[in-house]
C-alpha cells in the first residue's frame, strides 16, 4: 500500500496564496491517480481537485476552479495543490486521496489511500 502525508497547511488571509504537498510513499506513485478532498467543521468531506497519473488530465470543483492547480512530480514521488485568491469558505482539512486506477474521479469512494489531513484556515 502507499502512505501519504500532507503538508503546508496554515493560517493566511483571504486573498492570500498557500501551497499544499502531499508526499507518497511505500509503492510507485505513479501509478496512482491522485485527489485532494477537504472538510469544514460541521459539513461532510468534498471532492476539490484531481490529477491523473501522468499529470495530463486535471479536474476540479466547481468552487476552486480557476483559483486551484493540482499538480504532481512522479519523480518525487510528491502532489500539490496550489491556492490563489483564498476565500474564507476554503477553511478546512484538507487531505490527499490515492487511488489505483487511470482514470480521475471526484467520487471519494474510489480512493483507496488516504493522508491525515493537514489544516488550512483563512481569515477574512
Known amino acids: 500500500q502507499v502512505q501519504l502525508v500532507e503538508s503546508g497547511g496554515g493560517l493566511v488571509q483571504a486573498g492570500g496564496s498557500l501551497r499544499l504537498s502531499c508526499a507518497a510513499s511505500?509503492?510507485?506513485?505513479?501509478?496512482?491517480?491522485m485527489g485532494w478532498f477537504r472538510q469544514a467543521p460541521g459539513k461532510e468531506r468534498e471532492f476539490v481537485a484531481a490529477i491523473s497519473r501522468s499529470g495530463s488530465i486535471t479536474y476540479y470543483s466547481d468552487s476552486v476552479k480557476g483559483r486551484f492547480t493540482i499538480s504532481r512530480d512522479n519523480a518525487k514521488n510528491t502532489v500539490y495543490l496550489q491556492m490563489n485568491s483564498l476565500k474564507p469558505e476554503d477553511t478546512a482539512v484538507y487531505y490527499c486521496a490515492g487511488r489505483t486506477a487511470t482514470r480521475v474521479t471526484s467520487l471519494e469512494a474510489n480512493y483507496d489511500y488516504w493522508g491525515q489531513g493537514t489544516q488550512v484556515t483563512v481569515s477574512s
Open positions: 511505500g509503492r510507485t506513485f505513479s501509478n496512482y491517480a
